[in-house]
């Protein structure tokens, strides 16, 4: 026997490889091996920039006595849940089911048929607070198989049975109209926290696809609490300790209410959604803090993210080696008094001390602190602020980075070409839209392929063998169309509609309701299918709106219907938990407004484009060319003549146009929201 991980292209299986466990990667051979020797499987799924995950690892799988039981009674299988997104979506829900809680490293006793019946998260090397330990768990779940086999498949039949009751319909009836929107807003104002911005308690999350909501419904209605809510989040992260002060970009969340600490590993997607907030928040208020915020963040993601083929890496580890050559967490980001003295001299770290909020006694472990700005230290001198940062980031550059998980999902890199394109755009930062346009083209050439179905991973160019699950399809088709907006270049819209039309057959059921999984994908015990925005778009609502605006764009009744069908959803959760339905009420926002669409006949990257861009207007979609081909490119652009042969704009919604202008203050005003 042997580990079979090594030929994987996930680095989270890679860094099993060597382990002594005999790991199966999920494969139906894998489950054929457990009904051969008639022992049960033990699922293990985790993610390579999961602290705990490399816990359990080094505690139990690197140990050669707990490897030689679990070889001996059990078929194990390693499952990178970002690459099987379905799977763990599958058993996830069966943990929380049976337990009430989840998380990663997720650990799951399955029989050969795939069917859970033992569950839990992290188990210890020894019994500790109750929870007992990993090879006391083993011998458990060993002694049931062997002893009480009619109880275990007792157990596991209820679960599949009960799993396979939860099916959703679509959720509602219709689309959300004005008074679900009001009540998901209300929801959110008595969930706000009013002292430190966000929602919630610890752990606090930065909650991109809300505050997009905000934006969008400040722009509609002009309710100042909703902009107010969205502005001062916004504030508090950057001015935190979950913003990256020295490079740019955020961590995955705080471990407490005022974003000081966080869980320091650094994820594409959420660096992409809030890249793309800033932007637009900028865009909504002028603010040169969400300018530099998006702009720092978009850099973040090209210098550490970018990959050699030109697409963006996962993440980047929360551990690396302190100066002793332990991993820990956070050591590449913390400072002590020492350090900075260190670096800067005196003076100068007395300075980085109180601007950073830097201390004696530490705000993390070990007398450390995280760099914030408590903004106490009154009015600063910006080039002495810009020389301490830099000379801080140099040195910190000299010690050993964390690691960083290689691997290009689909759906990410789509959030982050939609991010890239819009920012690059607004700030006149065209090697961004470069950028965005290197990585949509790798989409297209390796993750699409020869198949013409959707690969959900990459790696070094090479295509992962996962098929796309629907956030794939949304998202990607979301970067799409934000790049074909942006750069005029309407083989992005046709790609898009190519994506869709997969959403619409292979993704779509009865009543506008959609699943996570193609039709024709691997059967699990139960086909996922969750609505709510959880750290991304759901596929439901990133779905959603992206059809909702390939319709716009080509007046498709079809996936204008769609959009619609799967939106049943959002009136039945925004009034209920709108904290989780975030980008699907941004989505209910873009409907009730239109969305409107905008044809400018006339130049790209003219002012009247420029300025169609920047519109405020919820979810507008864009059309700029020039020239007799124009319209093949994009049908907005048919039949829309210069006027006086000047530059003209073109702004209808719902089938009514208003009248052409050459004037950019008045395209402005009519996209004022």
């Known amino acids: 026997m042997a580990n079979r991980l090594a030929q994987t292209t996930s680095p989270y299986l890679l860094q099993h490889a060597d382990n002594p466990v005999d790991w199966w990667p999920w494969s139906p051979e894998a489950f054929e091996e457990a009904r051969k020797r008639d022992v049960p499987v033990l699922l293990s799924v985790g993610y390579a920039s999961c602290h705990w995950c490399h816990v359990m690892a080094h505690e139990s799988f690197e140990d050669e006595t707990v490897a030689d039981y679990l070889n001996a009674h059990f078929v194990p299988v390693k499952v990178d849940r970002e690459e099987r997104p379905d799977v763990d979506a599958v058993y996830m829900e069966a943990v929380q089911a049976a337990t009430g809680h989840g998380g990663w490293p997720m650990t799951v006793f399955l029989t050969p048929d795939a069917e859970p019946f033992y569950f839990g998260t992290y188990f210890p090397p020894e019994p500790r607070h109750g929870s007992p330990s990993f090879q006391q768990v083993l011998e458990g779940v060993t002694a049931a198989w062997t002893d009480r086999r009619d109880e275990v498949a007792e157990v596991a039949g209820r679960i599949v049975a009960d799993l396979a009751g939860r099916s959703l319909v679509h959720g509602g009836d219709g689309v959300p109209g004005e008074s679900e929107v009001a009540q998901a807003l209300l929801g959110l104002t008595r969930e706000y926290d009013e002292q430190h911005g966000g929602f919630g308690g610890a752990p606090k999350f930065p909650p991109a696809m809300v505050v997009e909501f905000l934006l969008r419904h400040y722009a509609r209605t002009g309710a100042e609490g909703a902009l107010q809510m969205a502005a001062d989040t916004c504030t508090a992260m950057a001015r935190g300790g979950i913003y990256d002060q020295l490079g740019g970009g955020f961590a995955r969340y705080s471990v407490d209410r005022e974003w000081i600490v966080p869980h320091f590993e650094k994820m594409l997607y959420d660096n992409a959604l809030l890249c793309r907030v800033y932007a637009r928040l900028w865009r909504t208020t002028g603010s040169d803090e969400a300018r530099r915020i998006a702009l720092e963040t978009a850099d973040f993601m090209v210098r550490e993210l970018r990959t050699a083929e030109g697409g963006f890496a996962s ?33 100068d770290a007395a300075f980085a001390a109180a601007y950073f909020g830097v201390t004696e006694e530490g705000s ?59 920012t690059g755009a607004y700030f006149d930062r065209p090697d961004l839209v470069e950028r965005a346009t290197e990585a949509a083209d790798l989409l297209v050439r390796v993750h699409l392929g020869e198949v013409a179905r959707l690969t959900r ?65 691997e059967q699990l015990i139960r086909r996922p299918q969750d609505p709510t925005d959880s750290a991304t778009p759901s596929g439901w609502t990133a779905a959603a709106g992206a059809l909702l605006s390939y319709a716009a ?41 239109g969305p409107r669409e905008v044809a400018v006949a006339g130049p790209v990257g003219g002012e009247l484009h420029r ?33 006086g042969g000047e530059p003209t704009a073109y702004v209808c919604r719902h089938f009514v146009c208003d009248a052409p202008t050459t004037d950019a203050g008045e395209l402005a005003a009519k996209l004022g929201g």
């Open 315 to 347: 993440a980047l580890d929360a551990d690396s080696e302190d100066a002793e050559g332990k991993h820990v967490e956070g050591a590449f980001y913390v400072w002590t008094p020492a350090q900075l003295r260190e670096v800067l001299g005196e003076d």
């Open 364 to 422: 993390f472990e070990e007398g450390a602190s995280v760099l914030r700005l408590p903004g106490d230290a009154g009015p600063v001198d910006a080039a002495r602020v810009a020389d301490v940062r830099a000379r801080l980031l140099a040195a910190r550059d000299e010690r050993p980075h964390p690691g960083r998980d290689d691997k290009v999902v689909a759906a990410w890199n789509g959030l982050a070409i939609a991010a890239l394109a819009e």
């Open 457 to 521: 991973t990459s790696k070094d160019g090479r295509a992962g063998d996962n098929a796309g699950v629907l956030e794939d399809y949304g998202d990607v088709a979301e970067g799409f169309l934000a790049l074909a907006a942006v750069t005029g270049e309407g083989a992005w819209l046709e790609f898009a509609g190519f994506l869709l039309d997969i959403v619409l057959e292979q993704f779509t059921g009865e009543g506008g309701q959609l699943y996570d999984t193609a039709h024709d994908a």
């Open 553 to 593: 764009y080509t007046g498709s009744e079809a996936h204008r219907t769609a959009a619609e069908g799967a939106l049943g959803v959002v009136k039945a959760l925004g009034p209920r938990v709108p904290r989780f339905v975030g980008w699907g009420l941004a989505v209910a926002e873009a409907l009730l407004d």
């Open 611 to 643: 300025t169609a861009l920047l519109g405020r207007a919820p979810g507008a979609v864009v059309a700029a060319g020039e020239g007799p081909g124009a319209g093949a490119e994009f049908p907005l652009l048919v039949d829309r003549p210069l006027v």
